[in-house]
């Protein structure tokens, strides 16, 4: 394998890197890319063999990136190389169903056109952001990639942290960032706890052909199992999140493709007219998983590794690249000054712009999946008005947008359009 | 050759440096008694890395920027400003009055990687020396030496023809007593009694002429302003009222 080292010199003393990025889904790379656009040289070390992530059944979830995560991409170089894969949302409906009764009466709408910005979002598939993100990293002269290989072990010395891979080798840097999901192991082995919950809930997650347009619009169904997401791919194609019980959910996987799409149709229901199945089906346990700390002396978490939510309104990717934006600002703008960017007080900064907002965001999902996945008649009822009530207040209703956008909070300043 | 302080100087004031010898220790603990040099730490690296960008024609975004240049950190206690000028690639002096300041900063300079002459000594003694700087750090000192006019003329011997000099200290009037006193000493014991004697706090205005009195061209003057909401420093064009700090160009 072709893995040119760069070394980094501060006084006498020499690291392989400044930053070593151990994971390489969406938000290693993103942040490999934001750090090295701010001169950094990064080390970023993937468990997946080069271009693995690219194949379609490596991951077949969609991701609908809100137009601040649009905006990072935009800032980072990446998206030109997956506009072209990418669907605009420029509605979005949300109601209340019932099983087996199809979506209930519409209760509220957000419209793109009442904020200035633009759509709220857009859909795009794993493997095209993996793929844009794989080239972007190629051609970036400051960053190593490493496939392949998993970092197992992580000793800090002073100023200096050394990185075992499992392919026998070690890497010195600066700053070490655990990209490495809600199981990260970085997080672990530096004695860093979770806290967390299963939501007994489970994500069943496929495409669909339908026969009418669905004109850029996405659909949240709140059914008593838990929502139903509707978004809008290119072309005549939807993406499916059914977020069910465990139970439910081991049954649907047993299924058949054509018995499925029967248990599909009836939740589904024909506003889309006839509706087929497209490609793989896949299931995802949902459970809420928060690290106590982000930082610690030379490192740092981002994305799933400090705070894996439920993936209702697809935040979850949303708030990653959130991570991404505020700790690359951080550690640029902390180089900038000749501040040791990683130590604990300057990281400190990090994860204080980030918990509180994670913390909110977490709750708030917590609160809303709880609200809406039961079957009881007050709360339908109360439900139906809530969002009759959100569905008539216009300030209300365009902050609901902004906030489905990720233009609320603290932006960093590429989630801004802004180079740091 | 290792100088050492003259103390029957003009600028040295023994007690000054006892105190400080006494907090040495203490240097690196962001939480500990020099919390509020921490914190205001980023703030004045913005404006003394964006100053000294400016006035050599530096990019702060190369990777070595101050490459070539040569600094003297004046009152460099633990190495705070020190270190930032040394990993941005500057040949760095820092000089400290105090000397149980100076195994502090060498022994964590060196547990960075970092490579910093510190000295035992003072402005002064440098001036007689005949070591010359491109840049001449002068923060938070000047309301603690004896004789700030000796000591404005001992830095402009230090500087280069085109040399710039950073200065920072405290206002003197109600609301910096309320602040720098009793506020930072006595309400939040951000810092020990008797850190800073509010007679000896010096005007804008007033340092303004003392640097020109040192034949040195004042070209830049803002506010350090602490927001108790935010938590946290900035950098203001008007507000002078507590802390602040001047540039300006040795122009021969």
Redo the contacts between chains.
Sequence with gaps: MDNPRTV?I????TCDSDILIAGGGLNGPSLALALAD??LNVTLVDAAPDGARETQGFDGRCYALALASQRLFQAIGVWPLLDGNAQPILNVKVTDGRAGEGPGPFVMGFDHAEIEEGPTGYMVEDRFISGALREAVERHPLITKISDAKAISQQVD???VTVGLDDGTSHTTRLLVGADGRGSGVASRAGIKRNGHSYHQTAVVCSVAHEKPHNATAHQFFMPDGPLAILPLPGDHSSIVWSTSDDTAARLAGLSDDDFMEELRPVFGDFLGDISLSGVRLTYPLSLSLAEHFVKDRLALVGDAAHGVHPVAGQGLNLGLRDVGALAEVVIE?R?????FAA??VLARYEQWRRWDTTVMSAGMDGVVRLFSNDNPILRAARGMGLGIVNALPTLRRNFIREAAGLTGDLPKLMQGRQI | MQATPSENSTTFDADEVAKFEAMAAEWWD?NGKFKPL?ML??CR??YI?RQIAAEFDRD????LPFKGLRILDIGCGGGLLS??????GADVIGADAAAGNIPVAQAHAR?????IDYRNCLAEDLAEAGEVFDVVLNMEVIEHVADPQAFLNACKTLLKPGGLLLCSTINRNPKSFAVAIVGAEHIMRWLPKGTHDWKKFITPDELVELIKNAEIEPVDRKGFVFNPLLWSWSISDRDLSVNYVTASVNRA
Aim: glycine share 16%; hydrophobic share 35%.
């Design positions: 980094t501060v006084g006498f003393m701010g001169g002073g100023a200096i902390a900038r000054r000749g501040e040791d604990v007080d | 962001p921490h730490n980023p690296l913005d890395t702060l975004n190369d990777t270190e930032p000028m040394a990993r941005l547990q960075m990687g970092l490579e």
